[in-house]
T-cell receptor, first 114, second 116 residues
Framework: AQTVTQSQPEMSVQEAETVTLSCTYD???????LFWYKQPPSRQMILVIR??????QNATENRFSVNFQKAAKSFSLKISDSQLGDAAMYFC???????????FGTGTRLTIIP | GAVVSQHPSWVICKSGTSVKIECRSL??????MFWYRQFPKQSLMLMAT?????????EQGVEKDKFLINHASLTLSTLTVTSAHPEDSSFYIC????????????FGNGTRLTVT
């Protein structure tokens, strides 16, 4: 079974600075998807970024980028120019290619310091 | 953008009663919807996959007779917690994907269930 591990329960960063959230996963599949989701206090799950495993290029979405290391099974999220609205729980998630079932990590609570 | 509506957003019920939670895709059709459960300060755990027109597929350890799932149309899936107990108190979230194209999953805004 696939597993997703987030080793940082909590992180904090100064506003406008850069922070990196870590995620590792375990799978025997070669094709799969990786995701970062944001869950603010409203509890709404918001997709931040998605990476397809067969793509070597790291995905980016504005201030959000990932460092995808397939061999190491590592998928970290970098948030640049942190803003107060970035404060939330961040979940790393995995799904097999062609299967929409998501396996989530335990989450990292990100605090932005003004 | 695509929206998934979940209702109610919160509910309080007494032990032994049943509670129904609805998950609707408002502007797209979804042949598959997913139901997750999230305990306080914990991650989301997949409970079951809801398939339109057929039986739901439950994850290991999830009681199908307790958590009844019905996916009667392409825009609606319901989760009924039967004979609820305090340990069923949790946050329940559904997700769905437009069956057309390669769009990402959309999540509902969740339902907080409290069983007294």
């Amino acid at each position: 079974a696939q597993t997703v591990t987030q080793s940082q329960p909590e992180m904090s960063v100064q506003e406008a600075e850069t922070v990196t959230l870590s995620c590792t996963y375990d799978t025997s599949e070669s094709d799969y998807y990786l995701f970062w989701y944001k869950q603010p206090p409203s509890r709404q799950m918001i997709l931040v970024i998605r990476q397809e495993a067969y793509k070597q290029q790291n995905a980016t979405e504005n201030r959000f980028s990932v460092n995808f290391q397939k061999a190491a099974k590592s998928f970290s999220l970098k948030i640049s120019d942190s803003q107060l609205g970035d404060a939330a729980m961040y979940f790393c998630a995995y799904s097999d290619f062609g299967n929409e079932k998501l396996t989530f990590g335990t989450g990292t609570r990100l605090t932005i310091i003004p | 953008g695509a929206v998934v509506s979940q209702h109610p957003s919160w509910v309080i019920c007494k032990s032994g009663t049943s509670v129904k939670i609805e998950c609707r895709s408002l502007d797209f059709q979804a042949t598959t919807m997913f139901w997750y459960r999230q305990f306080p300060k914990q991650s989301l755990m997949l409970m079951a996959t809801s398939n339109e027109g057929s039986k739901a597929t439950y994850e290991q350890g999830v009681e199908k007779d307790k958590f009844l799932i019905n996916h009667a149309s392409l825009t609606l899936s319901t989760l009924t917690v039967t004979s609820a107990h305090p340990e069923d108190s949790s946050f329940y979230i559904c997700s769905a994907r437009d069956r057309r194209g390669n769009s990402p999953l959309h999540f509902g805004n969740g339902t907080r269930l409290t069983v007294t």
